[in-house]
């Protein structure tokens, strides 16, 4: 800082000048950069958002890819159950004719030895 004391005023005046001249250079807008990858950079966010979608539509590709997996599974799963279920049902019929099937054999052969015998 200046010694003010012993100065006159037209000193005063003049760092007053300076001053002011300083703090307006400072406010001064400054001249403006041009970006020189201005247009590759534009590309480059270009190709960027290209493989940001890319990869979305392959997620979303996927995702309904195991949607129809899990879908055709289950309904395989519900006919495997289906077909289980109509197994053990002819398994019992057939079961259920043979007993049948016995039952009428023995009451023949009980009539047929109930004739041998008179």
């Given at each position: 800082m200046?010694?003010?004391k012993g100065s006159s005023h037209t000193d005063r005046q003049t760092a007053a000048a300076e001053a002011k001249a300083a703090l307006l250079a400072k406010l001064?807008?400054?001249?403006?950069?041009?970006?020189?990858?201005?247009?590759?950079r534009e590309a480059m966010k270009?190709?960027?958002?290209k493989a940001v979608r890319a990869a979305r539509e392959i997620e979303k590709?996927?995702?309904?890819?195991?949607?129809a997996d899990k879908a055709a599974a289950a309904q395989a799963a519900i006919e495997a159950d289906e077909e289980?279920?109509?197994?053990?049902?002819?398994?019992a019929r057939k079961e259920r004719k043979q007993l049948s099937k016995d039952e009428a054999k023995a009451k023949r052969d009980a009539k047929y030895a109930a004739r041998k015998a008179r």
């Open positions: 200046r010694d003010l001064k807008p400054k001249p403006t950069v041009i970006d020189p990858l201005f247009a590759e270009a190709d960027e958002l590709a996927e995702a309904k890819q195991a949607a289980a279920a109509l197994a053990e049902k002819r398994g």
